[in-house]
């Protein structure tokens, strides 16, 4: 999520008010201390950063914030990101791991608390996780506070034997010098005495025991055993259940509500409007559920979104004919266009697409004692902080935030107006009960919504000269701004133009002359939210099918033709090469089966992929699919072939089958029977090969998404003869 | 009130005989390892056996079960179930987790029927259930991998 942004800027202005979110609901303010942390890898305000521990904290033996030692030989890692299956629990807990040479059976990774000042995402300036950042943003932070709890047990060990602290040496968990041993957590005590260093000692690279190689998460167990807490399982003593009946149309509002039919359902506890919809409370999950067909409601629909998906798509493609706001002019599109042999046009029809992960949306919350205590698979803890603390009118520390392991996300949980989060804030509130109460949301509520990948139309004009070289290229995009009107507004939004809308194609690599790209910003009823990988959902596909075309007009070779234009980018080239070479792109192929291939850069990452695929009942099957990656130094080898596995069966699932439409403001869709995702026996094999390097680590959990339409559009366009225009190839694609 | 046996115990649950299985057993007797994924028997993340065979507790009402064995991912045990969940782990097939005790709970009833699955047998069983996180490549070489250790 987050797409591509301008960090230095959103950081400077991370003390500032939030501006008002969409709903004109709530102002946010972000915490306190917001200055940056440049340089120092824990606050200064943190006391225990200053100097010595108290007495008491000596005996629990914790050392940082950010890793606990104790005295049971429990190497604690304090995760400031949420683990929503992309592993960035074990990916931080390897980066302590490493530098305090623990053993990995001794580590216990655990969220962090919600507190701005100390567990701020530096991308973002808030708590939060998102936009591929995690293991950039934590890489040397947690690094450092793994050094230093290793220099303070160094250094404890030396003063309990009376060594100099040289001879100490620490290996897989055990401190020795000479004869004497301990285990970490003998010194834990003893250690949790010693001032926390402010410029701990890194290894270097050939010194790392844990980082790039490849090893068991430490969620696999919980998770393959039934154990694992999510929010949809907190159970607490007294805790009601609600289910929201929310406006069928976006924008809709309760005018009246008939609830003595679901007051009479069994377990129905209380029955209240809010602001938002009508919320039944139950003793039980189904109870709640079911009392929720039985209330009989009349909506007040005179401002809500009545046009059906249809109508706003052909409101898009008339706009697309229109000049917008330029977001990148470099030479002359036009006159290039005008001089070219021949000229590609082409218009391209995004759906809205719902995130639909697993675990649908939840929260826990209880109010009292003028606190409120939250337990949810929190994203944005900052903003799910501030949003509850204005509801109730208290203060964001008085919002107690237990991040529990999420089911999945893809962007849905970070959202700008925490708006499940707040419902049920305001739940809580109107009905003024001092129980915890847990909001679910179905399936459909899911798929119903809103927060989706908004639509976009994209029109393309490209001029190729009679040798096939590119003269001119003009290209308008029409969509929805995922961030206009949110907290967001002002670290992404520059001179009008949301750069969420247009990453992957202003910024491309391709060497264009007389390139033109120009943005058309609109309004529509539902929500836009980041969907795994924002603006390259649909910026990717455009611009590496419209290459590939390019390509195969001039009868290039489409990987060769790339390359030629790419000369100034060696990262992009390597992945390229490598996936080419992997995938035997010179080799020939059997019979029916055809190749595909896309390159693209997304948060910092590249990422190509060839795709093999074959038509088999008129349907494009995608047999293979081979991944080159460089995300710089790879923390986690497999993890990372994980990530992007799973990308690839995310972003195909969404180019073959998904999409949400409105029929007169009413979504059609409600559940995985008319959403159709990706399915078992629709998985290609993926093989993903990682470029070695250096450079600093940069995002994973999103990156291999955005290659994979493109790639297997270009392979249909090669056996089929049809490029893919209109998404998804349910749609788009017509054969037979 | 219905009676049934689950995870080996004998139980007997007031909610009414209309409620799926899945919430009596979530909320009523507190095992949370199966998942509410859809409510419709459409993504498997329910999955549970009654006497054996797999079947979706969304859509299964309480009554359906009286006097019969209900197994869930708590109780999934023997031999077929150890290596399904030490293939899972030694794969690391999990992401976000949610839906894996589904996933297990099919591929354990696929490799009690089936020892030794053909990738098209693999398909066969596992399609009704869905990964948002995609897992699906590391779930079908961990099936081939437990029934790998199921042989020895």
């Not at chain 1, 501006?19 to 201390?33: E, I, S």
């Not at chain 1, 104790?70 to 960035?88: A, E, R």
């Not at chain 1, 949790?192 to 000692?201: H, M, S, Y």
């Not at chain 1, 989706?452 to 000269?465: A, C, I, Q, T, W």
Request: aromatic share 6%.
């Amino acid at each position: 999520m987050f797409g591509q942004m301008d960090l230095s800027r959103f950081n400077t202005r991370a003390h500032e008010a939030f501006p008002l979110d969409r709903r004109n609901f709530v102002q946010l303010a972000l915490g306190t201390g917001a200055g940056l942390i440049i340089g120092g890898w824990v606050p200064a305000s943190a006391a225990r950063a200053e100097g010595a521990a108290t007495t008491s904290e000596s005996a629990s033996g914790i050392f940082t914030p950010y890793v606990k030692i104790t005295p049971d030989n429990v190497v604690t890692v304090l995760v400031k990101h949420q683990d929503k299956g992309q592993g960035i629990a074990t990916g931080l807990s390897t980066l302590v791991a490493d530098e305090l040479d623990a053993d990995w059976a001794q580590i216990h990774p655990e969220f962090a608390p919600a507190n701005v000042e100390l567990y701020k995402n530096f991308a973002f300036g808030v708590q939060g996780t998102g936009g591929s950042t995690a293991i950039a943003n934590s890489f040397e932070q947690y690094r450092k506070a793994g050094a230093a709890a290793r220099e303070m047990i160094t250094q404890a060990a030396a003063k309990r034997w009376g060594v100099a602290p040289e001879t100490v040496k620490v290996a897989k968990g055990v401190v020795s010098s000479g004869s004497n041993s301990a285990t970490l957590g003998e010194l834990a005590a003893e250690a949790a005495t010693i001032p926390v260093p402010k410029e701990p000692k890194l290894k270097t690279p050939d010194q790392f025991t844990y980082i790039g190689k490849s090893f068991p998460r430490l969620d696999s167990v919980a998770k393959t055993t039934g154990a694992r807490i999510y929010t949809q399982d907190v159970q607490l003593p007294d805790m009601l259940v609600a289910t929201l009946a929310r406006p069928p149309k976006f924008g809709g509002t309760v005018k009246s509500v008939d609830d003595k039919a679901a007051r009479a359902v069994k377990g129905v506890v209380d029955v209240v409007t809010t602001s938002r919809g009508v919320a039944v409370l139950a003793k039980t999950t189904y109870a709640a559920i079911r009392a929720r067909d039985q209330l009989e409601i009349t909506w007040d629909e005179s401002k809500a979104e009545a046009r059906s998906t249809d109508a706003l798509i052909a409101d898009y493609k008339a706009l697309a004919e229109k000049p917008g706001q330029i977001a990148r002019k470099e030479g002359d599109a036009e006159g290039g266009i005008a001089k070219a042999d021949k000229v590609i046009e082409a218009t391209y029809i995004f759906p809205f697409l719902a995130h639909a992960p697993m675990e649908p949306m939840n929260c826990v919350l209880q109010f009292k004692d003028g606190k409120a205590t939250m337990w949810t698979g929190s994203q944005l803890q900052t903003v799910d902080q501030n949003v509850t603390a204005h509801i109730f009118g208290i203060k964001p520390e008085d919002v107690i935030i237990n991040t529990l392991w999420a089911g999945g996300s893809f962007g849905r949980r970070g959202v700008y107006d925490s708006d499940y989060i707040a419902e049920t804030a305001e739940i809580v509130k109107v009905t003024g009960r001092t129980e915890p109460i847990k909001l679910i949301w179905t399936r459909e509520d899911d798929i119903k919504g809103g927060y989706y990948r908004p639509v976009y139309v994209h029109k393309v004009r490209v001029g190729l000269d009679k040798d096939g070289a590119v003269t001119g290229w003009h290209h308008r995009i029409v969509g929805q701004s995922i961030v206009t009107g949110t907290a967001f507004e002002s670290a992404i939004v520059k001179d009008g133009i949301d750069g969420t809308s247009v990453e992957g194609v202003s910024d491309t690599p391709y060497a264009i002359p007389n390139m033109q790209v120009e943005l058309h910003t609109t309004q529509a009823g539902p929500r836009p939210l980041w969907w795994r990988s924002v603006g390259h959902t649909h910026t990717a596909y455009v611009m590496e099918t419209m290459i590939d075309e390019v390509a195969a007009v001039s009868g290039k070779d489409p990987v060769a033709f790339r390359l030629s234009l790419l000369e100034k980018y060696p990262r992009h080239t390597g992945v390229l090469k490598l996936a080419a070479e992997k995938a035997g792109w010179d080799k020939p192929l059997p019979e029916g089966v055809f190749r595909g291939v896309a390159v693209h850069e997304s948060f910092k990452s590249f990422v190509a992929e060839v795709a093999e695929v074959k038509i088999v009942d008129g349907k494009p099957k995608v047999q293979r699919v081979v991944a080159a990656v460089d995300c710089g130094i790879a923390v986690n080898p497999d993890n990372i072939k994980a990530q992007v596995e799973g990308g690839v069966g995310f972003g195909l699932g969404a180019v073959l089958h998904s999409k949400v439409t409105m029929k007169d403001g009413v979504i059609d869709q409600g559940n995985f029977d008319t959403y159709e995702v990706l399915r078992f026996n629709e998985m290609p094999h993926v093989e993903v090969h990682i470029v070695p390097s250096a450079e600093v680590p940069t995002g994973i959990g999103e990156p291999g998404v955005p290659p994979i339409g493109p790639a297997v559009a270009n392979a249909v366009a090669v056996g089929t003869g049809q490029r893919v225009r209109v998404l998804p190839f349910a749609d788009g694609l017509k054969l037979g | 009130m219905t009676k049934f046996t689950i995870n080996g115990r004998e139980v007997t649950v007031t909610s009414e005989d209309d409620t799926p299985l899945l919430w009596v057993v979530r909320d009523e007797l507190g095992l949370i390892g199966s998942k509410f994924g859809c409510g419709i028997a459409q993504c498997g993340a329910c999955t549970m056996y009654l006497d054996s065979q797999p079947v979706r507790a969304c859509v299964t009402p309480v009554s359906d079960v009286a006097g019969r064995e209900v197994t869930t991912i708590e109780g999934l045990s023997g031999p077929v179930a150890e290596a399904v969940r030490g293939a899972w782990q030694k794969l690391d097939v999990v992401q976000c987790g949610y839906c894996q005790s589904g996933q297990m709970m099919t591929a354990a009833a696929l490799l009690s029927e089936i020892p030794a699955p053909s990738d098209s047998d693999i398909d066969n069983a596992m399609t009704g259930n869905i990964c948002r996180c995609n897992t699906y490549q590391r779930i079908r070489a961990a099936i081939h991998s437990a029934a790998e250790t199921l042989k020895t």
